[in-house]
């Protein structure tokens, strides 16, 4: 069974940054896809940013425009997690954040329908 967990999510002012962290167990990182989305109220669930994960190093890392820029990966592969640090956050950043995983990679990376498996997210918010 593959478990998926978010953490990090908060209240923050504009400007500031957050850490985001997906936690997986019964999965391996290495070797597949892994992505943020976001969903704000109302909204469809966009995708944020993804990289895949190599054996040596994660490559092809895409993001939507509007976070280019504010972020960077961080992989903790012993402990089967990855960091995503959004830097100068801005209140449009604002939503429940969501890490999904695919084993292998995709021609799509930023679409929700490419993932097998999810976490239940994270909140984030951010005032003005």
């Known amino acids: 069974q593959v478990d998926l967990v978010e953490s990090g999510g908060g209240s923050v002012q504009a400007g500031g940054s957050l850490r985001l962290s997906c936690s997986a167990s019964g999965y391996t990182f290495t070797g597949g896809r892994m992505a943020w989305f976001r969903q704000a109220p109302g909204k469809e669930r966009e995708g944020v940013a993804t990289v895949y994960i190599g054996e040596t190093e994660t490559t092809d890392i895409t993001s939507v425009s509007s976070i280019k820029g504010r972020f960077a990966f961080f992989p903790d592969i012993a402990a089967n997690t990855i960091h995503l640090q959004i830097y100068r956050l801005k209140p449009e950043d604002t939503g429940r954040y969501y890490c999904?995983?695919?084993?292998?990679?995709?021609?799509?990376?930023?679409?929700?329908?490419?993932?097998?498996?999810w976490g239940q997210g994270t909140q984030v918010t951010v005032s003005s």
């Open positions: 999904a995983v695919r084993r292998g990679n995709s021609a799509e990376p930023l679409r929700p329908e490419s993932y097998t498996y």
